[in-house]
């Protein structure tokens, strides 16, 4: 489950649980549509809620990260636990995406 919710400048979604294989492919659609719906600067997620994410949850933001590059918006993470920051620092992917407080 997640909650979208709109600001002037950002469109954020905030995902809960577990980002995996069995919920990816939704969570990367929701992704996509709240991109498609808002004319916002941008989309932030806020990962505070989620507990853990696998592969296929990381493919999903950067499926999501090259299309807002594609449309010139802004795409950043923020709340990311230590846990799912050593992921990304794992991965490398803290170089590729904007990571806010």
């Known amino acids: 489950m997640q909650?979208?919710?709109?600001?002037?400048?950002?469109q954020v979604i905030c995902p809960q649980g577990n980002i995996n294989a069995a919920n990816a492919l939704e969570f990367e659609r929701s992704l996509i549509t709240a991109m498609q719906q808002n004319n916002a600067q941008g989309l932030l997620v806020n990962l505070e809620a989620v507990e853990s994410i696998d592969s296929a949850g990381?493919?999903?933001?950067?499926?999501?990260?090259?299309?807002?590059?594609?449309?010139g918006?802004?795409?950043c993470l923020c709340s990311?636990?230590?846990?799912?920051?050593?992921?990304f620092e794992l991965t490398q992917l803290d170089r590729?995406?904007?990571?806010r407080d």
């Open 80 to 87: 990311v636990s230590p846990a799912l920051r050593i992921i």
């Open 58 to 71: 990381l493919m999903a933001l950067v499926s999501a990260l090259k299309l807002s590059q594609s449309q």
């Open 96 to 99: 590729v995406f904007e990571i």
């Open 73 to 75: 918006r802004d795409f």
């Open 3 to 10: 909650a979208t919710l709109s600001n002037p400048k950002y």
